[in-house]
């Protein structure tokens, strides 16, 4: 007969065996190891923006400050595939320093997403189809995993000690996705699988209705931060005022109770007229980040994004006091993620890209001829804005009588040299695509030098256009 001991250390021995077999277990699919060529590129700055958003028919804009050095910019927006991004920032950052990475990647869905927004005013509206992404590809699965494999191996590489990655994953693809963490992550770093359990949209008779998405969390190392999260009582225990969960030793606690790994109190965003709702397909809601990022980062934290779409994790960074990373490749996620940073006075932030030209003029843009007037010795009123503008795209719409219907919002760099360097945005005061957009802008200048402005107009397709024009004051 085996004393508990002996009995209890060969289990051990077992468990040890078979856990590092079960280690051996890994996912495999053509191509798995092909290494991509051709996938290096450098990386420029393309743009600077000091947030500083104006609204209203007319105007007015006093600069305090015009230009600010790319080294004092914490935030960066990554414009191109993200692979690309996360080489360049192995090479160049030797110290990982990301505390939190959040990827919504897209769930192999077989499908294409679209935005359908209407302009102009209500009674005399234009509905516009843009093109946001597609979650398509050839040899579906394996493509898929070809995608996802090389990133998340980077993205381990580019998380500090303490830090963690939440994948938020469906039960398309969310299985295979899981093995694949295993492997690179470790299986004794799997965290949490967290259920974002929500309601509405289409149901079916053929099966449960799939409400539920997955949040996959791994942690870099058992140093990871975690800051506990809590929850409201149930009326129920209110009234008893004992919990029926041990760990909390049936006392309440006044922070509310300890939050399980089935989240069902944050909606998806349903309403298409709730001031969240950017018209971005998949968008995801602000508090559903706000939780991750209070449970896995300090203030301070570097946090990044890299399939950031609407560029909900920015926004939710500069309301927590963290620098973010953003980095997305359809040109309306950085559309939709400039005027979401707009309209929240966001801080600023560069926008970097695979190096190309800065601006591939889509459009033609005319601007007003500047006019100047006198304020006191030292100053001077600019008035200066868009004259005409007009996108190939307008020609596939019914006519519109102003142009301006089709802008979403434009940017002024006043003192415009190699990159553009947006200090004033220019959007519509309450409703985002409807209403007038101020066309002109009063700008107080300093006398003395002559300058080149530049306007840079985005319009609702998401395409960006730059025109410039000399002033000397
Ligand atoms: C599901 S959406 C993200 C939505 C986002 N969480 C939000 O709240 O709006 C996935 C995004 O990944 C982007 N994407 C897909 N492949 C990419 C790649 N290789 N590099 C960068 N972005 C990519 C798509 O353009 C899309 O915006």
Known sequence: MQTGGIYCDKLAQKVGEAMQEYKSVQLHWTGKHRIDEGQQASIDEI????????????????PTEIRLPSESIENIYCFGDNLLF????????????????????????ELAYNSTI???????????????????????????????YPRLAAMRDALSEEGSIFVHV???????????MDEIFGMENFINDIAWCFGGGG????????????????????????????????????????????????RLHQEGALMQDWWTDINKILSPTAYENLKYPTQKPKELLQRLVAAATRPGSLVADFFSGSGTMAEVCNQTGRSWILCDNSPLALQTTMYRLIRSGSDPFRIMAPCGPENTATGELILKTPQLSSIDDKHRLLDIGIHFYRNVHMDETPARKDFSDYIEFWELDLDYRDTFNSCCQVIREKHRYRGPLALDLLVRIETGRSRRVAIKVWDVWANQTTAIVEIDA
């Open 47 to 62: 743009e600077r923006v000091l947030v500083n958003p104006h609204a209203g028919v007319q105007a007015y804009y006093e």
């Open 86 to 109: 996360l080489q360049d920032w192995s090479r160049t950052n030797a110290v990982p320093k990301i505390d939190l990475i959040y990827i919504d990647p897209p769930y192999m869905t």
């Open 118 to 148: 209407a302009i102009g005013s209500p009674e005399n509206q234009t509905t516009i189809l843009r093109s946001a992404f597609h979650d398509r590809r050839i040899q579906g699965l394996s493509s898929y995993l070809d995608m996802l």
């Open 170 to 180: 469906d039960w398309h693809a969310g299985h295979y996705v899981r093995v694949l």
């Open 203 to 250: 149901n079916s008779r053929r099966h449960f209705h799939r409400k539920h998405d997955s949040i996959l969390w791994y942690a870099r190392s058992p140093q990871y931060i975690f800051n506990p999260q809590f929850r409201p009582y149930t009326p129920g225990t209110v009234e008893r005022g004992l919990t029926s969960v041990k760990g909390d030793r049936y």
